[in-house]
């Protein structure tokens, strides 16, 4: 007696049955063809981002327009600058220049050494920024960084070199009676500047400011020592990794390990000056900058122009 096939499973043998139907050409009604997708538009760029994009480009190309004219692009060097011609040529258009000869008959110049500085404000108490050695973030952080101590002690710490020790611009408010004293050694600037007083940087040899720019015009007096400055326009600005306040990530466009984690800022434009006693140094606003010096040094800042220099009232700060 013969043996039946095994039977199969009822929807095993429909399978079978249909895919012999379809081979000869029954196979009912085709399963419906998937649906087309229409190709998607990418995705637009937003109206923030497409801003951003339009300023860069039209900053390059300014940037490419100077470029063809040695005197547009160049840092120009004057003597003897007149308050006219610096309005014109470099004020109002936002032009950094170097200065000679404005500061020729400041006593300050030649009497600022360590020695003269200590005798002539001794032991008053002055604010400073210390412990900046050990921080990445002292700039951002000034506030931590203050420190307070007599002159003659911070003297003693900037006299060996190193950025660890350092009064500046920041502490001007807190000092003026202590400094009080140098004031006989300066003179004025009328061409440019009003009577109000500068701010007083004093450091040693290393002492170190990162790139940032400022809210405002600046005029640079350089008195005893020297300083390494790099000036960087605003049309680099996309390059210079700029996310906190004023301040670059990139920190200090020399620096190799730095450009090695902003590749982009290798190639910025930017111009070096070593100011030297008795130079000014003209910084517009917006303008990135960093800072070093090179021996002890002691500069002043001024800020108070005969023309307006409010850019700060509106700065976009968050």
């Known amino acids: 007696m013969s043996k039946r096939p095994p039977s199969l499973p009822t929807h095993a043998a429909d399978m079978r049955m249909q895919m012999a139907l379809r081979q000869i050409g029954f196979g ?97 108490v002055i604010e400073y920024q210390g412990g900046r050695s050990g921080a990445g973030d002292y700039e951002l952080a000034k506030d931590r960084h203050k420190r307070r101590g007599p002159f003659r002690e911070f003297i003693a710490l900037v006299r060996d070199g190193g950025n660890d020790a350092y009064l500046t611009a920041y502490n001007s408010a807190a000092n003026g009676p202590a400094l009080a004293p140098l004031q006989a050694d300066l003179e004025t600037i009328d061409a440019y500047l009003t009577r109000a007083p500068g701010m007083l940087w004093i450091g040693g040899e290393g002492a170190f400011t990162p790139l940032h720019f400022d809210l405002t015009n600046n005029l640079l007096a350089q008195v005893t020592g020297t300083k390494r400055v790099i000036l960087i326009p605003p049309s680099q600005t996309p390059r210079l990794a700029h996310r906190t306040h004023v301040f670059s990530d990139v920190g200090d466009v020399t620096d190799a390990a730095r450009l090695a984690v902003h590749p982009q800022a290798r190639d910025v434009l930017r111009y070096e000056v070593l100011l030297t006693p008795g130079d000014l140094l003209f910084i517009p606003i917006g303008w990135w900058h960093q800072v070093r010096s090179e021996s002890f040094s002691t500069m002043l800042t001024y800020t108070g122009f005969h023309w307006p220099n409010a850019g700060h009232e509106g700065y976009p700060a968050g």
């Open 28 to 124: 009912g009604p085709a399963a419906p063809a998937p649906r087309a997708v229409a190709p998607q538009p990418p995705p637009q760029m937003s109206e923030d981002r497409l801003a951003l994009k339009r300023r860069d480009w039209l900053l390059d190309v300014m940037e490419g327009q100077r470029a063809l004219s040695p005197y547009a692009s160049g840092l120009l060097t004057a003597e003897h600058l007149s308050g006219e011609d610096f309005l014109h040529n470099f004020y109002a258009p936002g032009r950094p220049v170097v200065i000679k000869g404005a500061m020729a008959d400041w006593p300050a110049l030649a009497r600022w050494t360590p020695d003269y500085l200590t005798d002539a404000v001794g032991d008053a």
